[in-house]
């Protein structure tokens, strides 16, 4: 299980970089056939890669279009990532005029956010046990704070975040706890907030498709759907009656 489930993290890896934050998941879970099955599949596809459409092409892919996309799409309103809401408040872009203009304090600002959110999941991870929520818990987390992480987050990602909303009903189903079934409602509609209807709808507001810094914001609510997931997380490792609790053997 531990090999099939590397070999499609790194075909993931090798689609979308931003699911190699899965090393050090998989590190810290000591699961190392893996990893090193994960690793494997990444070299093979890229050497098949190379083959198929040549060395440049995909150096050109790394070095510059790469650079170029995220130059472009990171100050888009709709783009959930955190740095995207940096990016509104101090240094803007064509379709978003910033509160103030320093580029250097963003910079500053994304790297401590970066930083702090993935010393936060290594603690996170480090602190959950190792029993099947417990697992289950990191697993999400990882997902979670890859979201956060990217710079580039399109809203038809979020399906992704399933998997954490399915263990908070099914908590809620066996403990009886309300509060998980709260958390998972109030953040699938955070998540689901219709931000492409409301986009167009504010420019004609404004009159010009250069919106504030303010209006940018109103879209980046669903990001507080990631961050309350995220919280959950923390809620059910210290409420949890099954967090401690071992699959029996037959």
Known sequence: MDTGGGILLGIACVLKLFPG??????????????????????VITMLL?????GINDVLHFFTTVITKDSSFW??????????????????????VIPLIHSRLLALLIIS?????????????????????????LAYNAV???????????????YPILLLILILLLKLF?????????R????????????IHELLPFITNIIGSD??????????????????????SIWFITRRSKNLYVQVQDN
């Open 21 to 42: 934050l899965f090393v050090v998941y998989l590190i810290l879970q000591k699961k190392w056939k893996a990893l090193l099955s994960m690793i494997i599949t990444i």
């Open 210 to 231: 250069r919106i504030p810094w303010y209006a940018a914001l109103m879209l980046q609510v669903p990001i507080a759907g990631v961050l309350l997931l995220w919280f």
């Open 173 to 181: 189903l066996e403990e009886k706890e309300r509060i998980y079934l």
């Open 49 to 53: 890669t190379i083959e198929v459409i």
């Open 112 to 136: 401590i956010l970066d930083f702090a959110l993935l010393a936060l999941l290594i603690w996170q991870i480090h602190k959950l046990p190792s029993t099947p929520l417990g697992n289950d």
């Open 74 to 95: 990171i100050a888009y309103p709709l783009n959930l990532s955190l740095e995207s809401t940096v990016y509104f408040l101090f240094i803007g872009g064509e379709q």
């Open 183 to 194: 958390i998972g409602v109030i953040s699938f509609l955070l998540l689901s907030l219709p």
């Open 143 to 157: 997902i979670i704070v890859m979201l956060l992480l990217s710079p580039i987050i399109w809203q038809h990602i």
